[in-house]
Structure formats: structure tokens, C-alpha cells
Nanobody, 119 residues
């Protein structure tokens, strides 16, 4: 069993900042990558940012220059610093863990944390 504990969501005014955290625990043998996705009402879930175990980072074009993803491998934790937030960033943000166990790849998800940006 793998558990992802997310925190840090909330309500913020446009231009403000929030920091999301996601700590992974449980039967984790090898992590390939961790990332953040988001899903707004009526829209599909989309990737926001990801970081591999080797430190490679990718961002969605819509958040480049505003969001920063970082990780703490010792704690199996990933963070998402969100600055200059816009109303269109409003969504449920989900943490994702890409990990391997006994030669198979698994994808685990957090329960989601609500981010609401008011105009």
C-alpha cells in the first residue's frame, strides 16, 4: 500500500502564493518521478509539473515562470510553490507518484487538495 498525503491548498486572491506538499509513504521501493496534476470543473485532469528521481523537471506551459516544483528524496516528498496565481489556476490539485516494485511500474494518486484563486 502506498499513501500520498497532500497539504497546502486553500483560497487566495489573484497574484498571491500557495505552497503544496505531498509526502509519500508505504511500500515504496523505487521512485521514478513525482508530479502534480490538476483538474478544474468540467475539464480533464492535466499535468502541472513533474520531477524525476534524476532531477529532470517539466512544467506545463501555462505555469512556467510562476510555479516551481522541488523534491526531498530523503522524505519522499514533493513540493509545488505557486506564485502569481490566477483565477484560471483554480482546480483540485493531485499528487502523483510513479514508482516501481518487483519490475512493475505503478502510479499512485493523492486524494487531492482544492486551490481556489479569487479575482
Amino acid at each position: 500500500q502506498v499513501h500520498l498525503a497532500e497539504s497546502g491548498g486553500g483560497l487566495v486572491q489573484a497574484g498571491g502564493s500557495l505552497r503544496l506538499s505531498c509526502a509519500a509513504s508505504g511500500s515504496i521501493f523505487s521512485i521514478n518521478a513525482m508530479g502534480w496534476y490538476r483538474q478544474a470543473p468540467g475539464k480533464q485532469r492535466e499535468v502541472v509539473a513533474s520531477i524525476t528521481s534524476g532531477g529532470s523537471i517539466n512544467y506545463a506551459d501555462s505555469v512556467k515562470g510562476r510555479f516551481t516544483i522541488s523534491g526531498d528524496s530523503a522524505k519522499n516528498t514533493v513540493y509545488l510553490q505557486m506564485n502569481s496565481l490566477k483565477p484560471e489556476d483554480t482546480a483540485v490539485y493531485y499528487c502523483n507518484l510513479d514508482h516501481e516494485r518487483y519490475g512493475s511500474t505503478y502510479y499512485s494518486w493523492g486524494q487531492g487538495t482544492q486551490v481556489t484563486v479569487s479575482s
